[in-house]
C-alpha cells in the first residue's frame, strides 16, 4: 500500500497538466465521431494565429462555434475516411489544420456509445494558402468582439484552460515544424485528428510528372507514421551534502537577481538519474549523489515534458566552477532560510514585478506555475531530510 503523503509530499498538478478533458484517443480515427463531434452544437473550438490563442480575458481561453469555423474549415474537415484522403492527396491542396482535443465530461455535449461529453477542438487560423482571406475575416470578427490573441508564455490562464492550451499547442507547433517527410522528403499529411503524420504513396497534384511517389522507408513495415514529438528533460534541486542550502543557477537572459535550478534534457540511452548527475556536473561542476524524482510536467515550448527531483550533492565535490559548459552565467549555493523567504516575496515570470514586501536586490524566483517553484517548496519542506522548514 502506498504511504500517507508528508508535508513535503506532491499530490497535485503542475500547471499545463490536469486537462478537464478526456482525450478518448481511440476515436481519433473514428471520422463518423469526428464528423458528428465538429458539427455538434456543443461543441468548443480555440483558435490559434501562430500559436497564440484567441482569449476573452488573460486567463480565459475564447471559445468559438461551429458556425463561426465551418466558413473556413468547411462543412465537414472528416466527411472523408482516412483511406479516401490518402487515395485523393494533392500535396497543392492546402487546408486549416483542425485538432481533436478531447471530450469534456462535465455535463452536456454529445453521446457516442458509452462516451459522454463536450467536444473541444483546435483549429489554426494562420493566414496562409488559400484560405489566407477567409482566415483574415475570421480573425477580425474574433477581434471584433474585443478577443485578443496571447502572445508569449502563457502563465495567467486558469489552470485547466492552461492545460488544453498546452495539448493544443504542441500539437500545432509538431504539425507545422513537420510538413515534409524525414525519410523521402516529400509533403505529409495529417491524420488521425492532428495527431500522426503520413507520407501518402501518390499526389494528385497537376504539376507531379508522375502520381505515384518513389518508394520511401516510412511506408513500408510497422513505423510507416510519424508521431508528435515530446523532450524529456530534467530539471533539479540540489540540495548541499549538509542540507543547508541548494544550488541555483542564472543563464545570461535572466532578470537581476532571478534565479532557478538547473535543467537539461535527457539524451539517448541515458536514465533520468543519469541525467540529472551529468547536466548538474557539467553546469556547475557539483558532483551528485541521491536522486529522488518529485512530479512532472509538460512544457508546451515547444513540446518538452519536464521531470523534476530533488537531488543531493557529494560531501567533498560540492565546489562550483563553470568551465564544462558555458551555458550559466552564475552558479551559487543559496540557504534555504532565503529560499523559502523569496518563495515568500521574490517569484514571479520575467517582466513581473516580485510582492510589495521584496527589497530591491533579493532573490527572485520562478512563480508557482513553474516545476522549478515546486521543486523548491518541497525541499524547504524537507523532502530529503524530513525537517519541515516551511
Known amino acids: 500500500m502506498l504511504s500517507q503523503p508528508s508535508a513535503a509530499t506532491f499530490e497535485g498538478s ?16 473514428d471520422h463518423s465521431f469526428l464528423s458528428y ?61 483542425v485538432l481533436f482535443l478531447g471530450l469534456d465530461e462535465g455535463g452536456g455535449g454529445v453521446e457516442w456509445g ?27 470578427e474574433m477581434e471584433a468582439r474585443g478577443w485578443e490573441l496571447l502572445s508569449g508564455r502563457v502563465n495567467f490562464l486558469d489552470a485547466p484552460q492552461a492545460a488544453i492550451y498546452a495539448q493544443a499547442r504542441s500539437l500545432l507547433d509538431w504539425n507545422a515544424r513537420n510538413p515534409f517527410c524525414a525519410s523521402c522528403g516529400s509533403k ?6 492532428g495527431y500522426k503524420r503520413t507520407c501518402p504513396p501518390t499526389d494528385l497534384a497537376p504539376l507531379m510528372a508522375s502520381q505515384t511517389r518513389p518508394p520511401c522507408t516510412t511506408r513500408t513495415g510497422l513505423h510507416n507514421l510519424a508521431f508528435p514529438r515530446t523532450d524529456p528533460t530534467v530539471i533539479v ?35 533520468a538519474e543519469e541525467a540529472i548527475r ?28 519536464m521531470i523534476g527531483a530533488v537531488a543531493q ?14 551555458e550559466l552565467e552564475d552558479a551559487k549555493w543559496v540557504s534555504i532560510e532565503e529560499i523559502t523567504e523569496a518563495l515568500k516575496i521574490g517569484t514571479g515570470w520575467f517582466g513581473e514585478g516580485p510582492g510589495p514586501e521584496y527589497k530591491e536586490g533579493g532573490l527572485r524566483l520562478p512563480p508557482s506555475t513553474a516545476i522549478a517553484n515546486k521543486l523548491l517548496v518541497a525541499v524547504v519542506g524537507g523532502l530529503l531530510s524530513g525537517d519541515s522548514r516551511v
Open 313 to 326: 550533492s557529494v560531501a567533498g565535490a560540492e565546489e562550483i566552477h563553470l568551465k564544462h559548459d558555458p
Open 188 to 193: 505529409t499529411l495529417s491524420i488521425n485528428a
Open 37 to 97: 463531434a465538429f458539427r455538434h452544437p456543443s461543441t468548443n473550438f480555440i483558435l490559434f494565429n501562430n500559436l497564440a490563442p484567441f482569449t476573452t480575458s488573460p486567463s480565459c481561453l475564447a471559445y468559438v462555434s461551429y458556425a463561426d469555423v465551418s466558413p473556413l474549415v468547411g462543412e465537414d474537415p472528416f466527411a472523408k475516411s482516412e483511406e479516401e484522403m490518402l487515395r485523393e492527396f494533392s500535396s497543392e491542396i492546402t487546408a486549416p489544420l
Open 237 to 271: 534541486a540540489v540540495v548541499s551534502a549538509s542540507g543547508n542550502s541548494v544550488l541555483l543557477g542564472r543563464k545570461h537572459q535572466y532578470p537581476p537577481n532571478w534565479y532557478s535550478t538547473l535543467a537539461g534534457f535527457i539524451e539517448s540511452g541515458e536514465s
Open 14 to 29: 503542475n500547471y499545463f497538466s490536469g486537462s478537464p478533458l478526456n482525450r478518448v484517443a481511440f476515436l481519433r480515427s
Open 114 to 140: 458509452s462516451y459522454k461529453g463536450t467536444p473541444h477542438f483546435a483549429v489554426d487560423v494562420t493566414p496562409r494558402g488559400a484560405s489566407k482571406d477567409r482566415a483574415e475575416g475570421l480573425m477580425r
Open 278 to 305: 551529468r547536466e548538474v556536473w557539467e553546469e556547475s561542476g557539483v558532483k551528485v549523489a541521491r536522486v529522488v524524482l518529485h512530479s512532472t510536467q509538460p512544457w508546451p515550448y515547444p513540446a518538452s515534458l
